[in-house]
């Protein structure tokens, strides 16, 4: 039987959630102090009909500064200048606007009536019996995820591998036998593809990635039954909104799942796919306050490149009043982005 942990990392500037599928990240959710909540999963706004569309079957709605999109029925077609009070159902991505689903009528100016789950609450409802670890195991948890998160290729148990991909139009999926060993080749093949729908659904998760899924199985002669069978129980926890198509002639498995969260690529990297200045000064924070707490009462110096510094810039006050203002940040000419050194002084 599957088992769940959780795992909530409270740091300067960022918190972060894990929930640990049978040891493995599942998903990492992110709460950053400079970042809006009210386009976050489960916001309830009041928000004004600005633009109906029927031919698209979908009207703008404004949030009080922040567009997002409602999806309707013929017979439930809103009216421009209407006031309905909705909930965030999908949060934004890249160029994409938020969407909404009404609750009901709605009175007064557009407006948030009630914040998002607390990240404490998001955890617990993905495993309402486990208790929520926190230190430095979950600061642990959490950067061990964000890592797995980054990656393309993810190793299979047994042997073999999967490589995610997203494109601007589906999900690519290539399974690869790799080292996985043995005589029968049909067995073989059929473990690397069950494998690989597990590890596939939770990987999805924990990237936050949804939409159309193409799964490039390995073999031939599929057992068509047996796979759609696994996949249904492998993406269970994405219901409802799942579909699953049968393994086509040309052995790949497709599916759709539905986006609620940004994909962590958009938190965590900036347009041209590499980690942000803010996401790196994070991790710079992270590491003077590791630092602090392994050599107490020392005095830190921190070397990194000029625009990390400058985003750390307005974390150093948050992290003084954590550890006192024992520490220095550095820009250092000619660092790379992604590197940093903290030694003590």
Do not use: W, Y
């Amino acid at each position: 039987m599957s088992e769940r942990t959780l795992f909530l990392d409270q740091g300067v500037g960022e918190s972060r959630g894990v929930v640990m599928l049978d040891g493995r990240p599942e998903r990492l959710l992110i709460v950053r102090d400079d970042e809006a909540q009210s386009t976050r999963l489960g916001a309830r706004h009041v928000g004004r009909v600005r633009k109906v569309e029927p031919a698209f079957g979908s009207a703008f709605v404004d949030l009080g500064g922040v567009e997002a999109l409602l999806a309707f029925k013929p017979d439930m077609r809103p009216v421009e200048g209407q006031s309905l009070e909705v909930e965030i159902r999908t949060e934004p991505r890249g160029d994409k606007l938020a969407t909404v689903r009404v609750l009901g009528p709605g009175e007064g100016a557009p407006r948030l009536l009630a914040p998002p789950p607390s990240l404490r609450e998001q955890l617990q409802a993905f495993a309402r019996d486990a208790e929520i670890v926190e230190g430095r195991e979950a600061r642990q948890a959490a950067d061990e995820a964000e890592a797995d998160a980054l990656e393309v290729v993810h190793r299979l148990p047994g042997g073999g591998d999967i490589a995610i991909e997203p494109t601007r139009a589906l999900v690519a999926i290539d399974v690869d036998l790799g080292e996985r060993k043995g005589n029968d080749a049909k067995r073989i093949t059929r473990q690397a593809n069950m494998a690989a729908l597990h590890t596939a659904a939770r990987v999805l998760r924990l990237k936050g990635l949804g939409g159309i899924v193409v799964i490039d199985l390995v073999g031939r002669g599929h057992d068509g039954a047996a796979l759609l069978t696994a996949a249904r129980a492998a993406f269970g926890p994405d219901n409802p909104g799942v579909a699953i198509g049968p393994v086509g002639r040309f052995g790949t498995m497709e599916l759709t799942i539905p986006r609620r969260v940004r994909p962590l690529t958009d938190v965590l990297c900036d347009g041209a796919g590499s980690l942000s200045d803010r996401t790196l000064a994070l991790r710079l924070i992270r590491a003077i306050e590791n630092e602090a707490l392994a050599d107490p009462g020392a005095r830190l110096s921190a070397a990194c490149a000029a625009s990390v510094a400058r985003a750390a810039e307005p974390l150093a006050p948050q992290l003084a009043a954590k550890i006192g203002g024992r520490f220095v940040i550095e820009p250092t000419a000619g660092m790379a982005r992604d590197k940093f050194e903290v030694r003590a002084q």
